[in-house]
Nanobody, 116 residues
Framework: QVQLVESGGGLVQPGGSLRLSCAASGSIFVFNDMNWYRQDPGKQRELVASISRGGNTNYADSAKGRFTISRNFAVNTVYLQIKRLKPEDTAVYYC??????????WGQGTQVTVSS
């Protein structure tokens, strides 16, 4: 069973930056897609960024221009760099991985709070 562990969240002032990490317990190369979602209390979980095995990336409109998803196969980790943070980016950010059989794996989430 693959485990995903997010880290890197915290309290950041508006305009600041963060890099979230998602470390997998095994090879991330086995996954078709790896994704970052976020969820604010009372709201639906939102897909913000994806990266395919082949390296293709996609972003939600709210993430374009400020979010960058990347990965490092050597350390089995996917990253989400967020720049120019806004209060509306406040949420719990979750890492998600989809296997070739369609099985989904989730991390426990990391809280990002943007506030002055």
């Amino acid at each position: 069973q693959v485990q995903l562990v997010e880290s890197g969240g915290g309290l950041v002032q508006p305009g600041g930056s963060l890099r979230l990490s998602c470390a997998a317990s095994g090879s991330i190369f086995v996954f078709n897609d790896m994704n970052w979602y976020r969820q604010d209390p009372g709201k639906q979980r939102e897909l913000v960024a994806s990266i395919s095995r082949g390296g293709n990336t996609n972003y939600a409109d709210s993430a374009k221009g400020r979010f960058t998803i990347s990965r490092n196969f050597a350390v089995n980790t996917v990253y989400l760099q967020i720049k120019r943070l806004k209060p509306e980016d406040t949420a719990v950010y979750y890492c998600n991985a989809i296997s070739s059989t369609g099985q989904a794996f989730w991390g426990q989430g990391t809280q990002v709070t943007v506030s002055s």
